[in-house]
């Protein structure tokens, strides 16, 4: 499975921006998708991640009732709408799918991972 992110940018704080996964390879149906990010000289940090299914969404508490994840499985592409911005979301925001966990949230349950898109918001 080959994934890239984009859709990352400069925004203003209080913008909204949309992060796209796509998926190539074996279909993103059959895998669970998350999203990650990682800040300069911090660690990787757990954003969202959508079932397998597309009917179960966890979030992280700092980006929970501002950002949402949608998939299109007919388009093999994972959605990760961020509104209301802050600085503190500034990173590299990497999408990752996982196989055999229904809601992981930590990097070491996912098998595969996509290089990052940079969001930068500014305050």
């Known amino acids: 499975v080959q994934l890239q992110a984009s859709g990352g940018g400069l925004v203003q704080a209080g913008d909204s921006l949309g992060l796209s996964c796509a998926a190539s390879?074996?279909?993103?149906?059959?895998?669970?998708v998350g999203w990650f990010r990682q800040a300069p000289g911090k660690e990787r940090k757990f954003v969202a991640v959508?079932?397998?299914?597309?009917?179960?969404?966890y979030f992280a508490d700092s980006v929970k009732g501002r950002f949402t994840i949608s998939r299109d499985d007919a388009k093999n592409t994972v959605l990760l709408q961020m509104n209301s911005l802050k600085p503190e979301d500034t990173a590299v925001y990497y999408c990752?799918?996982?196989?055999?966990?229904?809601?992981?949230?930590?990097?070491?349950?996912?098998?595969?991972w996509g290089k990052g898109t940079q969001v930068t918001v500014s305050s």
């Open positions: 390879g074996r279909t993103s149906s059959s895998y669970a």
């Open positions: 959508i079932s397998r299914s597309g009917g179960t969404t």
């Open positions: 990752a799918v996982a196989a055999k966990t229904t809601i992981p949230v930590v990097p070491e349950r996912y098998d595969y």
